[in-house]
C-alpha cells in the first residue's frame, strides 16, 4: 500500500531565504509523485510532477523537487523565498489511487 | 479556458438536513473526484466518477453520495447532516483517459465550506 509522510507541520523562514519542504513516500510500484500549493481559501494548485522521467523536476514559481528513490523521498526547494509563497503544501503520490499527505503550512516572515 | 467551477461557495446547514455541491469540470475532462478537508483529517478522498459511472469510492458512510452527469458536471450529496460533516469539499477534474490515478494531474475548484451548527 502506498502512503506519503510530509515531515514537518509548519516551517518557517525569512523572505530571501531557502525553502525546503520534506516528503517521503512509500509505494508497491514506480509512483508518479506531485507537489500542489493551496493558498487559504482557495483550492489546489499543481506545482510540479515526477513521473519517471528526470528526477529533477522542476516547477511553477522557482519551485524544484527531487526524485530520490534510494531514500524514498521527493523534498521540495526554493531557493528564496516570496512573500507570496506563504500558504499550504501537499505531497501526493499516486500508484493508481493518489494519496495525499498531511500538509506543511509554510510562514515566510518579512 | 475556464477553470473547474464549484457553487455554492459558502452554505450554512443545520444538523439533520441536507446538501447538495455542484462541480462543473475543466471543459473536456471526464473524471471528477471529491474530497473533504478539515483541520483534523486533512484532506480526504470522498469519491470519483468518470463518464458517469462512479470509479473509486472512499471511506465514507452512505450518508454521502455523489453522481456525475453526461456533460461531466458532478453533484455531491450529504443527507442528514452532523456536526463533523462541517469541512471545505473540494472538486478536482482530470482529463484521464481512463486510468484511475496515475500521472493524471487533478485540477481543482476554490471548494464550497460548508458550516453545519
Known amino acids: 500500500a502506498q502512503s506519503v509522510t510530509q515531515l514537518d507541520s509548519h516551517v518557517s523562514v525569512s523572505e530571501g531565504t531557502p525553502v525546503l519542504l520534506r516528503c517521503n513516500y512509500s509505494s508497491s510500484y514506480s509512483p508518479s509523485l506531485f507537489w500542489y500549493v493551496q493558498h487559504p481559501n482557495k483550492g489546489l494548485q499543481l506545482l510540479l510532477k515526477?513521473?519517471?522521467?528526470?528526477?529533477l523536476v522542476k516547477g511553477i514559481n522557482g519551485f524544484e523537487a527531487e526524485f530520490k528513490k534510494s531514500e524514498t523521498s521527493f523534498h521540495l526547494t526554493k531557493p528564496s523565498a516570496h512573500m507570496s509563497d506563504a500558504a499550504e503544501y501537499f505531497c501526493v503520490v499516486s500508484d493508481g489511487d493518489m494519496r495525499f499527505g498531511a500538509g506543511t503550512r509554510l510562514t515566510v516572515k518579512p | 479556458k475556464a477553470g473547474v467551477t464549484q457553487t455554492p461557495r459558502y452554505l450554512i446547514k443545520t444538523r439533520g438536513q441536507q446538501v447538495t455541491l455542484s462541480c462543473s469540470p475543466i471543459s473536456g475532462h471526464r473524471s471528477v473526484s471529491w474530497y473533504q478537508q478539515t483541520p483534523g483529517q486533512g484532506l480526504q478522498f470522498l469519491f470519483e466518477?468518470?463518464?458517469?459511472?462512479?470509479?473509486n469510492k472512499g471511506n465514507f458512510p452512505g450518508r454521502f453520495s455523489g453522481r456525475q452527469f453526461s456533460n461531466s458536471r458532478s453533484e455531491m450529496n450529504v443527507s442528514t447532516l452532523e456536526l463533523g460533516d462541517s469541512a471545505l469539499y473540494l472538486c478536482?477534474?482530470?482529463?484521464?483517459?481512463?486510468?484511475?490515478?496515475?500521472?493524471?494531474?487533478?485540477?481543482f475548484g476554490a471548494g464550497s465550506r460548508l458550516t453545519v451548527l
Open positions: 466518477y468518470f463518464s458517469e459511472t462512479q470509479r
Open positions: 515526477y513521473t519517471s522521467a528526470a528526477t
Open positions: 478536482a477534474s482530470s482529463d484521464t483517459t481512463g486510468r484511475r490515478g496515475g500521472a493524471n494531474v487533478l485540477t
